[in-house]
């Protein structure tokens, strides 16, 4: 079974300064997802960013940006120029990109990172 | 386009009693995912249906979990007794249908806070 491992409970950050967020997993897998997750206070997790195995360009979002070690099986994510709007949750997740397999739709998460911005 | 919508926002009951919450998903989509996260600890999978059919249940703690999807649009989570250790949120996510697509992605709702005394 495939795990995902957060190892920062918290993490702070000053404002306009930049953070990195932690993510292992382990798969036997040689296809799949990951996936950063947002859930800020009192509102809905929302998708960040998105990193498909077999790409090797880590993936870009605006301020986000990912760094995808698949090797390593690590996954962490980058957050620029951190604002007042990025407080929350922050889940890392896998996926398995064996279609519609059963299980294999379902996003495996970790622990969940919170992040705190310092004004 | 609304999104996934949850009800009740939260909810408190007493050991022993039901209690149900209802998921509803992006409409027309297909996929439609149960999902629980007990304080503290990671957000785990319970069930997916697709449309009305359950597709996986293996998340499902025990059989005080019953999960509905009539129709193949709204889902209810009845949990009937609760327990202590039930105690948590409950999300919802959907999806759309993913033939031949390999980059869908699950929508979540607002959860669902459960307490149970």
């Known amino acids: 079974a495939q795990t995902v491992t957060q190892s920062q409970p918290e993490m702070s950050v000053q404002e306009a300064e930049t953070v990195t967020l932690s993510c292992t997993y382990d798969?036997?897998?040689?296809?799949?997802?990951l996936f950063w997750y947002k859930q800020p206070p009192s509102r809905q997790m929302i998708l960040v960013i998105r990193?498909?195995?077999?790409?090797?360009q880590n993936a870009t979002e605006n301020r986000f940006s990912v760094n995808f070690q698949k090797a390593a099986k690590s996954f962490s994510l980058k957050i620029s120029d951190s604002q007042l709007g990025d407080p929350a949750m922050y889940f890392c997740?896998?996926?398995?990109?064996?279609?519609?397999?059963?299980?294999?739709?379902?996003?495996?998460f970790g622990q969940g990172t919170r992040l705190t911005i310092n004004p | 386009e609304a999104g996934v919508t949850q009800f009740p926002s939260h909810s408190v009951i007493e050991k022993g009693q039901t209690v149900t919450l209802r998921c509803d998903p992006i409409s027309g989509h297909d996929n439609l995912y149960w999902y629980r996260r007990v304080m503290g600890k990671e957000i785990k999978f319970l069930l997916h249906?697709?449309?009305?059919?359950?597709?996986?249940e293996s998340g499902m703690p025990n059989n005080r979990f019953l999960a509905e999807r009539t129709g193949g649009t709204y889902s209810t989570l009845k949990v009937q007794p609760a327990e202590l250790e039930d105690s948590g949120v409950y999300f919802c996510?959907?999806?759309?249908?993913?033939?031949?697509?390999?980059?869908?992605?699950?929508?979540f709702g607002p959860g669902t806070r459960l307490l149970v005394l």
């Open positions: 997740a896998y996926r398995s990109a064996r279609g519609v397999v059963q299980g294999a739709q379902k996003l495996v």
């Open positions: 798969t036997s897998e040689s296809d799949y997802y």
């Open positions: 996510a959907s999806q759309p249908g993913l033939a031949g697509k390999r980059q869908e992605t699950q929508y």
């Open positions: 249906f697709v449309k009305e059919s359950k597709q996986d």
């Open positions: 990193q498909e195995a077999y790409k090797q």
